[in-house]
């Protein structure tokens, strides 16, 4: 059987992802395209456009923390879809995985490299990132994850241009070229795109990414949750991890190339053996820094 094309559409919250498939979905393209979403929210893609449409075939996965569950529930998913596909109860020509705006794509694009079977059986195409122009400072200053969206795309779509001015948009795209210079950009509108543009791109480059990232290939170990993340973490992680939360955090100006390391003063993240746990405090008293300082020593 010949190797099925991925494609992983990601994007922080609002930047378009479900109004750019949407688009896919509605093109009269004639290929048959299995859908998985990983959405935190109650509304997902529109069941009425989707019913209608036979030849898209949805996997709606678990609702839980995409960092936690993402890697095993796609394994399973990517291994369902593949051994149905072999028997002929399934037919499609490529996949398509949207992750929730909250998302990590590192993993998601690991878990084909990470699995014989799915290696055998599936070719990851392209990572395809939005940006949404109106938001993309804050979110690029704040969330680690919107930094690494980009610094993994291979292909940026600039959403919401026309809500911004053209110094803004102009220094985002400088911005963006700075912190990936590989991934060509593209403003779009409503989700405009061509097929050309979003399938068949042979866009995703291995040895790229271990340069940027030599750990990529590496199993992860679980990481600490923020505030964000979707669900209670009053739960002592209770997701079947029993490995420690090692890690170190260190400081990197957005010179740094790595997926990671897109904007001032942001944290590494590292997995090693040495003995650095990383936590959460949470406290609803105003934070006193230099206690916390007296108390670090």
Same mark, same amino acid.
């Given at each position: 059987?010949?190797?099925?094309?991925?494609?992983?559409?990601?994007?922080?919250?609002?930047?378009?992802?479900?109004?750019?498939?949407?688009?896919?979905?509605?093109?009269?393209?004639?290929?048959?395209?299995?859908?998985?979403?990983?959405?935190?929210?109650?509304?997902?893609?529109?069941?009425?456009?989707?019913?209608?449409?036979?030849?898209?075939?949805?996997?709606?996965?678990?609702?839980?923390?995409?960092?936690?569950?993402?890697?095993?529930?796609?394994?399973?998913?990517?291994?369902?879809?593949?051994?149905?596909?072999?028997?002929?109860?399934?037919?499609?020509?490529?996949?398509?995985?949207?992750?929730?705006?909250?998302?990590?794509?590192?993993?998601?694009?690991?878990?084909?490299?990470?699995?014989?079977?799915?290696?055998?059986?599936?070719?990851?195409?392209?990572?395809?990132?939005?940006?949404?122009?109106?938001?993309?400072?804050?979110?690029?200053?704040?969330?680690?994850?919107?930094?690494?969206?980009?610094?993994?795309?291979?292909?940026?779509?600039?959403?919401?241009?026309?809500?911004?001015?053209?110094?803004?948009?102009?220094?985002?795209?400088?911005?963006?070229?700075?912190?990936?210079?590989?991934?060509?950009?593209?403003?779009?509108?409503?989700?405009?795109?061509?097929?050309?543009?979003?399938?068949?791109?042979?866009?995703?480059?291995?040895?790229?990414?271990?340069?940027?990232?030599?750990?990529?290939?590496?199993?992860?170990?679980? #990481?600490? =949750?923020? +505030?964000? %993340?979707? /669900?209670?973490?009053?739960?002592?992680?209770? *997701? &079947? $991890?029993?490995?420690?939360? @090692?890690?170190?955090? #260190?400081? =990197?100006? +957005?010179? %740094?190339? /790595?997926?990671?390391?897109?904007?001032?003063? *942001? &944290? $590494?993240?590292?997995?090693? @053996?040495?003995?650095?746990?990383?936590?959460?405090?949470?406290?609803?008293?105003?934070?006193?820094?230099?206690?916390?300082?007296?108390?670090?020593?």
């Amino acid at each position: 059987m010949a190797l099925i094309p991925a494609t992983i559409l990601t994007g922080f919250l609002g930047s378009g992802k479900t109004t750019l498939l949407k688009r896919v979905l509605t093109e009269a393209h004639g290929q048959k395209i299995a859908i998985i979403e990983n959405e935190f929210g109650e509304e997902n893609i529109d069941s009425d456009i989707l019913v209608s449409d036979t030849n898209e075939q949805i996997i709606q996965m678990s609702n839980g923390c995409i960092c936690c569950t993402i890697r095993e529930d796609l394994r399973t998913t990517l291994q369902s879809l593949a051994e149905q596909k072999r028997k002929g109860e399934l037919n499609f020509d490529r996949i398509v995985i949207e992750t929730t705006g909250l998302a990590d794509p590192g993993p998601v694009a690991q878990t084909f490299f990470m699995d014989d079977e799915i290696a055998e059986s599936f070719l990851l195409d392209s990572i395809l990132t939005l940006v949404d122009a109106k938001h993309a400072a804050q979110q690029l200053n704040d969330r680690q994850e919107a930094r690494r969206q980009v610094g993994f795309a291979d292909q940026i779509f600039i959403s919401k241009a026309d809500l911004v001015s053209k110094p803004e948009l102009e220094a985002l795209q400088h911005r963006l070229t700075h912190m990936n210079p590989r991934a060509p950009q593209k403003v779009v509108h409503f989700g405009e795109v061509s097929l050309a543009e979003v399938f068949d791109l042979r866009g995703f480059n291995l040895n790229a990414k271990l340069d940027i990232d030599p750990d990529f290939l590496k199993e992860e170990v679980p #990481h600490v =949750h923020d +505030e964000h %993340c979707g /669900h209670d973490h009053d739960h002592a992680h209770d *997701h &079947g $991890h029993e490995k420690a939360h @090692d890690h170190h955090d #260190h400081a =990197h100006g +957005e010179n %740094c190339d /790595h997926p990671s390391h897109q904007g001032e003063g *942001h &944290g $590494h993240h590292h997995h090693f @053996d040495d003995d650095v746990k990383s936590f959460v405090f949470k406290s609803e008293k105003p934070f006193d820094p230099a206690k916390l300082e007296d108390f670090l020593g």
